[in-house]
């Protein structure tokens, strides 16, 4: 009887959606916000309401309901809410939604992981000089697939072509969406209903859904593996060849590294056996690097001459790690590979190479030919600081947070390493400097999640329970920002 009269009391608080409507707050959002949206969401809004209602009536009330997902005002019903208030907090709920839903889900973010090609973080950042001609060719019209010297259809992948002819030594290219594309269009074109031969050690998964068998599978050739996990011997591929045999592939085992008792058969060794049983070669090389980095100190990883100089025949990598440019997938070929079996595969239709792309691998590419590449491309960069130059920054990046700090947070620098990433040099690292944030009147988790929340995002690392940002891939010219944003979260805790 009394539940009765409560649940009739609540659900008089709520509000009629006209009545919603007609308010001048949502009025004015309705200036620039079409109404089928705005009658969504105080729909919404509503709903929410009536189940915080039905949660006070049964005596469970909660955070759930209205206050759900991370909205910030919790709404409290209780005897004394009024019809006022229930809706105030109706217009409210509506507002904070639709300004969420305005707001852009794929924004920056600053990278203190020290991780430089960072997948999750978007790979490589890009060149001044790519984003410049990404811009160009944006605003209006391009000649993206015509001639202008001849007045006539032209191609879309000529504007690189001969750029990476000539950087890479290569007799032939085909550029296309991404590294996966264009090992699948390669397997595709050059071994359909064909055996591939490949190492059991180098059958990778590489960021979770490219896996070399599932590819193998999809492209229609036939995977014959050898060897075992750690070791495969050149007799291994060689007991495997048969006349159905279209292709022997080498992986680049990118994400991990077999150590210990282990062995695998050079690209050398590889190219001399399918030289001696007119068998090409394919290498998919993930990660190809035109410039020599062992001059930063870091070995293991060949220069895509060096591969090409092997005589394999052919080599697939992405344009978005070491290269330094756009997610893109390049193909090239040398020793009597017919490309034209890549290029009029439809495969190559649907997995062609957008003109922001294109733009952005053009430029990306044409720096290469000059002297100053490494100070341009934003990768080359950062694998190029010198541990003298992280150690001032960080220094100097210390006393800028200290004087916003407030003894919020215990503040220090210290040495740490840095890692490549995506997927080259698995086993290396960079030292680097580090700020070292650790528990004061703020938490490590409290900092992380601030950090992230914030505009632009914030993204560090937690080791050995403290907050730590990476100095090598934050960009210089982002420090000042990021000092601020420490700034507004410092207070904002402060005064929590
Ligand atoms: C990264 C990688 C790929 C996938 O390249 P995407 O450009 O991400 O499509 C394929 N093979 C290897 C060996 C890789 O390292």
Same mark, same amino acid.
Request: net charge neutral; proline share 3%.
């Given at each position: 009887? @009394?539940?009765?009269?409560?649940?009739?009391?609540?659900?008089?608080?709520?509000?009629?959606?006209?009545?919603?409507?007609?308010?001048?707050?949502?009025?004015?959002?309705?200036?620039?916000?079409?109404?089928?949206?705005?009658?969504?969401?105080?729909?919404?809004?509503?709903?929410?309401?009536?189940?915080?209602?039905?949660?006070?009536?049964?005596?469970?009330?909660?955070?759930?309901?209205?206050?759900?997902?991370?909205?910030?005002?919790?709404?409290?019903?209780?005897?004394?809410?009024?019809?006022?208030?229930?809706?105030?907090?109706?217009?409210?709920?509506?507002?904070?939604?639709?300004?969420?839903?305005?707001?852009?889900?794929? /924004?920056?973010?600053?990278? $203190?992981?020290?991780?430089?090609?960072?997948?999750?973080?978007? /790979?490589?950042?890009?060149?001044?000089?790519?984003?410049s001609?990404?811009?160009?060719?944006?605003?209006?019209?391009?000649?993206l697939?015509?001639?202008?010297?001849?007045?006539?259809?032209?191609?879309?992948?000529?504007?690189?072509?001969?750029?990476?002819?000539r950087?890479? $030594?290569?007799?032939?290219?085909?550029?296309?969406?991404?590294?996966?594309?264009?090992?699948?269009?390669?397997?595709?074109s050059?071994?359909?209903?064909?055996e591939?031969?490949?190492?059991?050690?180098?059958?990778?998964?590489?960021?979770?859904s490219?896996?070399?068998?599932?590819?193998?599978?999809?492209?229609g050739?036939?995977? /014959? =593996?050898?060897?075992?996990?750690?070791?495969?011997?050149?007799?291994? !591929?060689?007991?495997?060849?048969?006349?159905?045999?279209?292709?022997?592939?080498?992986?680049?085992?990118?994400? !991990?590294? @077999?150590?210990?008792?282990?062995?695998?058969? +050079?690209?050398?060794?590889?190219?001399?056996?399918?030289?001696?049983?007119?068998?090409?070669?394919?290498?998919?090389?993930?990660?190809g690097?035109?410039?020599d980095?062992?001059?930063?100190?870091?070995?293991?990883?060949?220069?895509?001459?060096e591969?090409?100089?092997?005589?394999?025949?052919?080599?697939? #990598?992405?344009?978005?790690?070491?290269?330094?440019?756009p997610?893109a997938?390049i193909?090239?070929?040398?020793?009597?590979?017919?490309?034209?079996?890549?290029r @009029?595969?439809?495969?190559? /239709?649907?997995?062609?190479?957008?003109?922001?792309?294109?733009?952005?691998? =053009?430029?990306?590419?044409?720096l290469?030919?000059?002297?100053?590449?490494?100070?341009?491309?934003?990768?080359?960069?950062?694998?190029?600081?010198? *541990?003298?130059?992280?150690?001032?920054?960080?220094?100097?990046?210390?006393?800028? #947070?200290?004087?916003?700090?407030?003894?919020?947070?215990?503040?220090s620098?210290? =040495?740490?390493?840095?890692?490549?990433?995506? $997927?080259?040099?698995?086993?290396?690292s960079?030292?680097?400097?580090?700020?070292?944030?650790?528990r004061?009147? @703020? +938490?490590?988790? =409290?900092?992380?999640?601030a #950090?992230?929340?914030?505009?632009?995002?914030?993204?560090?690392r937690?080791?050995?329970?403290?907050?730590?940002?990476?100095?090598?891939?934050?960009?210089?010219?982002?420090?000042?920002?990021? *000092?601020?944003?420490?700034?507004?979260?410092?207070?904002?805790?402060?005064?929590?």
């Open positions: 009887m @009394i539940d009765a009269v409560r649940k009739g009391q609540n659900l008089r608080l709520v509000p009629s959606v006209d009545k919603v409507l007609n308010t001048p707050e949502i009025k004015e959002a309705l200036n620039h916000t079409p109404r089928w949206l705005i009658l969504k969401i105080v729909r919404e809004a509503l709903d929410e309401f009536r189940i915080s209602v039905s949660q006070v009536r049964s005596g469970c009330h909660s955070q759930k309901g209205i206050g759900k997902k991370g909205s910030s005002g919790n709404l409290h019903i209780t005897s004394s809410t009024t019809q006022e208030d229930a809706l105030r907090m109706i217009i409210n709920r509506a507002l904070e939604r639709n300004a969420s839903i305005q707001t852009n889900s794929l /924004r920056r973010v600053i990278n $203190g992981t020290g991780v430089i090609i960072h997948t999750n973080l978007g /790979r490589a950042p890009l060149s001044p000089e790519a984003i001609l990404i811009n160009e060719v944006a605003q209006g019209y391009s000649n697939e015509y001639d202008l010297s001849e007045g006539k259809r032209g191609k879309r992948t000529s504007h690189v072509h001969g750029l990476v002819l950087l890479t $030594g290569a007799e032939d290219a085909f550029v296309v969406n991404n590294n996966a594309g264009a090992v699948l269009l390669a397997l595709n050059l071994a359909e209903g064909k591939v031969i490949v190492s059991r050690g180098e059958l990778v998964e590489i960021g979770g490219f896996r070399i068998p599932d590819v193998m599978k999809k492209s050739a036939i995977m /014959r =593996e050898v060897g075992t996990t750690n070791r495969t011997h050149i007799s291994d !591929y060689e007991n495997a060849v048969s006349e159905n045999t279209g292709l022997l592939l080498k992986v680049h085992t990118s994400n !991990y590294k @077999i150590t210990g008792f282990s062995s695998d058969v +050079s690209l050398k060794d590889l190219v001399d056996l399918g030289s001696k049983c007119r068998i090409p070669v394919m290498m998919d090389l993930g990660s690097n035109l410039t980095i062992s001059i930063f100190g870091l070995k293991g990883e060949p220069t895509i001459h591969i090409l100089s092997t005589g394999v025949n052919v080599v697939t #990598f992405s344009g978005d790690k070491l290269l330094g440019g997610q997938g193909i090239l070929s040398q020793g009597g590979i017919d490309m034209s079996v890549v @009029i595969n439809p495969l190559a /239709r649907a997995l062609r190479i957008d003109k922001l792309t294109l733009a952005a691998l =053009e430029a990306t590419l044409r290469y030919q000059r002297n100053d590449y490494a100070s341009s491309n934003p990768v080359m960069k950062m694998i190029g600081i010198s *541990i003298d130059d992280l150690k001032s920054r960080a220094q100097k990046c210390l006393s800028m #947070f200290e004087e916003v700090n407030k003894g919020m947070m215990i503040l620098t210290r =040495e740490d390493e840095s890692s490549v990433g995506g $997927g080259a040099l698995p086993s290396e960079l030292p680097t400097f580090v700020i070292v944030f650790k004061g009147r @703020i +938490s490590v988790e =409290e900092l992380d999640r #950090f992230r929340g914030s505009s632009p995002a914030v993204v560090g937690i080791k050995d329970g403290a907050y730590i940002l990476d100095l090598r891939t934050i960009m210089e010219d982002d420090i000042p920002l990021l *000092i601020n944003l420490y700034e507004k979260i410092v207070e904002y805790m402060g005064v929590q």
